[in-house]
T-cell receptor, first 111, second 115 residues
Framework: KNEVEQSPQNLTAQEGEFITINCSYS?????LHWLQQHPGGGIVSLFM???GKKKHGRLIATINIQEKHSSLHITASHPRDSAVYIC?????????????FGKGTHLIIQP | DVKVTQSSRYLVKRTGEKVFLECVQD?????MFWYRQDPGLGLRLIYF???????EKGDIPEGYSVSREKKERFSLILESASTNQTSMYLC??????????????FGPGTRLTVL
């Protein structure tokens, strides 16, 4: 299976900054997911998208199918946004396949 | 509130022991998944199931088996635990609607240490 690449691996920013995390993949996908993992292990699904753009509060996710690229943006970042953000994809082909994951971006927002 | 629960948060076993990790979801989801998470490697799919008694191998099934006797329960079995199976194990479930994908709901994880 093809890999999912995320960048940056680590990101430290000041409170209030605009954050961008990138994700790229190499072959066709059916859906792309952005997940959030806080210390202690729990994983929460933030977005699932297959085209265009989605927004939820201060979080925005975009996907460009032609370029095989997605971005997760956080506006007006806050220390509570500190977490690992993980990009994952369902590869095309149908069925109930599990996800293929990027290695995650460790985000720290300093007050 | 939707829930995926796992039988243990922390587990310590000895090499060679048979280990059962249990996962239960209360959302009537068809699909259930087992992943493991390791530093530097991220999350990887071990097995998944799209229906009762059905199972499919994921990317790293070696050394594992699964059981799904009821829709809400998906068990991961380590037949003979080895130290390289020390890891965080995460269960997830999702709804299946024909050809479309849906978000996955994750359990809290089980941190397994094999001594």
């Amino acid at each position: 299976k093809n890999e999912v690449e995320q960048s940056p691996q680590n990101l430290t920013a000041q409170e209030g900054e605009f954050i961008t995390i990138n994700c790229s993949y190499s072959v066709g996908i059916s859906a792309l997911h952005w997940l959030q993992q806080h210390p202690g292990g729990g994983i929460v699904s933030l977005f699932m998208l297959s085209s265009g753009k989605k927004k939820h509060g201060r979080l925005i996710a975009t996907i460009n199918i032609q370029e095989k690229h997605s971005s997760l943006h956080i506006t007006a970042s806050h220390p509570r946004d500190s977490a690992v953000y993980i990009c994952a994809v369902n590869y095309s082909g149908g069925g109930a396949d599990g996800l293929t994951f990027g290695k995650g971006t460790h985000l720290i927002i300093q007050p | 509130d939707v829930k995926v629960t796992q039988s243990s948060r922390y587990l310590v076993k000895r090499t060679g022991e048979k280990v059962f990790l249990e996962c239960v979801q209360d959302m009537d989801h068809e699909n259930m998944f087992w992943y493991r998470q390791d530093p530097g490697l991220g999350l990887r799919l071990i097995y998944f199931s799209y229906d009762v008694k059905m199972k499919e191998k994921g990317d790293i099934p070696e050394g594992y088996s699964v059981s799904r006797e009821k829709k809400e329960r998906f068990s991961l079995i380590l037949e003979s635990a080895s130290t390289n199976q020390t890891s965080m194990y995460l269960c997830a479930s999702s709804l299946w609607q024909g050809s479309s994908y849906n978000e996955q709901f994750f359990g809290p994880g089980t941190r397994l240490t094999v001594l």
